[in-house]
């Protein structure tokens, strides 16, 4: 039995070095061909530097939301997108003259496009602020959670740090919203002391 063992073994270890060279004969032939592939390209690679690219412009970012008396001055400027539309102000001429007041200084047309306009502002802005409440409602809700089923009190304490952060971002967000709210609610109030029809506000 041992005889039998250690003939074969004798018979691999023979196997095995016949073989290694062939091995070593084909890697030798692999280098070769890729020395010459690489001889043959003849054409470096371009390198690009910063002195290539073209300047690239800042992306363009909503604007921050406004407060209720620089909304004013921001639905002046949509009042263009709003003179555009058939029978607005761009046909009756109005349109020039707002941007005249505009840049002296005088107070803006306040015609259906300004409420509109002013009123769709502030109703985006609670949506928003709606939205993002409930999202960050339910990363606190997933991060309680993930509290209670760790052990390891490092990854509590961070957990529990994000969840702080979350919370006050919360507190604040809903502050936002009941002030969306109240400013909805004067604009409605301050447009019924002027008169306005309640068409206008929708």
């Known amino acids: 039995m041992r005889i039998k063992i250690s003939a074969l073994l004798f018979l691999a270890s023979l196997v095995g070095g016949a073989v290694a060279p062939l091995f070593a004969q084909s890697l030798a032939d692999v280098a070769r061909r890729e ?5 043959a390209v003849r054409t ?5 530097t910063n002195t290539d690219l073209k300047p690239v412009l800042p992306p363009e ?3 921050p939301p406004a407060s209720p008396a620089s909304t004013t001055t921001a639905t ?3 009042t263009p997108d709003a003179a555009a539309a058939p029978g607005g102000a761009a046909a009756t001429g109005a349109a020039p003259a707002a941007g005249a007041a505009g840049a002296t200084g005088a107070a803006p047309v306040k015609d259906q496009a300004y409420w509109s306009g002013r009123l769709q502002g502030l109703q985006t802005q609670l949506a928003r602020d709606q939205v993002f409440a409930d999202a960050i409602q339910v990363k606190i809700s997933a991060l309680a959670t993930d509290f209670v089923n760790r052990d390891n009190p490092v990854e509590r304490a961070a957990i529990e740090t994000e969840r702080n952060k979350s919370l006050a971002e919360l507190d604040r967000l809903r502050k ?4 969306g709210q109240k400013s909805i609610a004067d604009l409605q109030e301050e447009a019924r002391q002027a008169g306005v029809p309640p068409g206008w506000l929708r």
């Open 35 to 39: 020395e010459e592939r690489r001889k």
């Open 44 to 48: 470096p690679a371009k390198v690009i």
């Open 61 to 63: 970012s909503a604007p």
């Open 76 to 78: 002046t400027a949509t």
């Open 176 to 179: 936002a919203i009941t002030d």
